[in-house]
């Protein structure tokens, strides 16, 4: 059964604190995708990644950066959390190819105090 | 990115079947038409998808129009395990992530 997990489900973090999301797939994709959804505004894509040590950045990158130093890992930080960033965080991976599929982790949910 | 038009919600009785509907006036020839639905409290997840023909898979059908402005998910027989909201996106050329927009809440009655 193929399988993208999250770090963690439930998250509570201060403001000012550095945060990192940890994002881990088995199914040797090449590439890796980091989204936030928040209600009325859906989900949207923050960073993504099409190799190692490769990224770049989605429709929202301010306040985050990434790093993928193994082909099964994508690492999503927060350097200074802001209570704006308080949200659902979903990662997801797909092998190479327009017609692939993406498959998601359950997401993380982010609180930031 | 090109864009998708869907309702912003639709009601179904059990085991009935539904039809959720999809315009993309604005779709290219290599354009691969996706759809994903997310239930409550879980990420995404692939329900289908098609170029030009229709398409069958366990989980639903994929009614795509003859010019390809608009394609129609079909569940055949809706469960109140199907309520979720059902994603239509345009998958560019390449290597190009999703581009998710507001989608399609639809709500089974048992």
């Known amino acids: 059964d193929v399988k993208v997990t999250q770090s963690s489900r439930y998250l509570v973090k201060r403001t000012g604190e550095k945060v990192f999301l940890e994002c881990v797939q088995d199914?040797?994709?090449?590439?890796m995708f980091w989204y936030r959804q928040d209600p009325g505004l859906g989900l949207r894509l923050i960073y993504f990644?099409?190799?190692?040590?490769?990224?770049e950045k989605g429709d929202i990158p301010e306040g985050y950066s990434v790093s993928r130093e193994k082909k099964e890992r994508f690492s999503l930080i927060l350097e200074s959390a802001s209570t704006n960033q308080t949200s659902m965080y979903l990662c997801?991976?797909?092998?190479?190819?327009?017609?692939?599929?993406?498959?998601f982790g359950p997401g993380t949910r982010l609180t930031v105090l | 990115d090109a864009k998708t038009t869907q309702p912003n919600s639709m009601e179904s009785n059990e085991e009935e079947p539904v039809h959720l509907p999809c315009n993309h006036s604005?779709?290219?020839?290599?354009?691969?038409i996706h759809w994903y639905r997310q239930l409550p409290s879980q990420g995404p997840e692939y329900v289908i998808h098609?170029?030009?023909s229709n398409v069958n898979n366990r989980m639903a059908s994929l009614a795509i129009a003859e010019d390809r402005k608009s394609s129609t998910l079909i569940l055949h027989r809706a469960t109140l395990r199907d309520a979720a909201v059902y994603y239509c996106?345009?998958?560019?050329?390449?290597?190009?992530?999703?581009?998710f927009g507001k989608g399609t809440r639809l709500s089974v009655i048992a």
């Open positions: 990644s099409y190799d190692v040590k490769m990224k």
């Open positions: 997801a991976s797909s092998t190479t190819g327009q017609s692939n599929e993406q498959f």
């Open positions: 098609g170029l030009t």
């Open positions: 199914m040797d994709h090449e590439n």
């Open positions: 604005t779709i290219s020839g290599t354009d691969y």
């Open positions: 996106i345009l998958r560019e050329s390449g290597n190009t992530p999703l581009v």
